[in-house]
Nanobody, 122 residues
């Protein structure tokens, strides 16, 4: 059974940091990604990382503040979030796909975690 489990969300003041984790079980994936969804808004791409090259891509809104990393041995992915802003407040979701072709579209990911809430206070 394939599972993605996020952890690490919480409440933080603006300018602070949080580190989210996503642990996968059941199989490995070529591409893993983070998305987020604020109340009343559509789910949006945050960043993704590949398996072989580990190269990461980011949404412009988080570039320079967020860092994605991957631990192949643990089948896990991480999202280090620094210089957090109130507009980063959202539920953050881990997603994964088998295809090695990266995509920023949510519909391109077949596997999803349950989400973890991040709240940034001003």
């Amino acid at each position: 059974q394939v599972q993605l489990v996020e952890s690490g969300g919480g409440l933080v003041q603006a300018g602070g940091s949080l580190r989210l984790s996503c642990e996968a079980s059941g199989r490995t994936f070529s591409i893993m990604a983070w998305f987020r969804q604020a109340p009343g808004k559509e789910r949006e791409f945050v960043g993704l990382i590949g398996w072989s090259d580990s190269g990461a891509r980011y949404a412009d809104s988080v570039k320079g503040r967020f860092t994605i990393s991957r631990d192949g041995a643990r089948n896990a992915m991480y999202l280090q979030m620094d210089s957090l802003k109130p507009e980063d407040t959202a539920a953050y979701y881990c997603a994964a796909r088998s295809s090695p072709v990266p995509t920023i579209l949510a519909k391109g990911y077949a596997y999803w975690g349950q989400g973890t809430q991040v709240t940034v206070s001003s």
